[in-house]
């Protein structure tokens, strides 16, 4: 059974930064790109990041947060991180990982799917 499980979450000030990770109990972790979403209360939820499967050569980001987050990935110990400098409250969300074949800013291009970790951002 899959399972994608974020932590780092929690609350943080604008201008600050917060460093998320994502642990994955996947069989065989460099096969699958990795994503982050994020999803605010009463908005849809939204692509923030990607990175390519295997060594993570490729990596994709929203135009909201480029520059100011850097998603990477560790294949020996199967996590995926993001982290985000500079935080602004309009990036408070709950944040989600997922796992899918290819990089991609559409989450119905992802397979596997976390929980969410709540990120608060106080102006």
């Known amino acids: 059974q899959v399972q994608l499980v974020e932590h780092g979450g929690g609350l943080a000030q604008a201008g600050g930064s917060l460093r998320l990770s994502c642990a994955a109990s996947?069989?065989?972790?460099?096969?699958?790109?990795m994503g982050w979403f994020r999803q605010a209360p009463g908005k849809e939820r939204e692509f923030v990041a990607a990175i390519s499967s295997k060594s993570g050569g490729s990596t994709f980001y929203a135009d909201s947060l480029k520059g100011r987050a850097t998603i990477s990935r560790d294949n020996a110990n199967k996590t995926v991180y993001l982290q985000m400098d500079n935080l602004k409250p309009e990036d408070a969300a709950i944040y989600y990982c997922?796992?899918?074949?290819?990089?991609?800013?559409?989450?119905?291009?992802?397979?596997?799917w976390g929980q969410g970790t709540q990120v608060t951002v106080s102006s």
């Open positions: 997922a796992a899918g074949t290819l990089p991609s800013s559409q989450t119905n291009r992802y397979t596997y």
């Open positions: 996947i069989r065989i972790f460099a096969a699958y790109a």
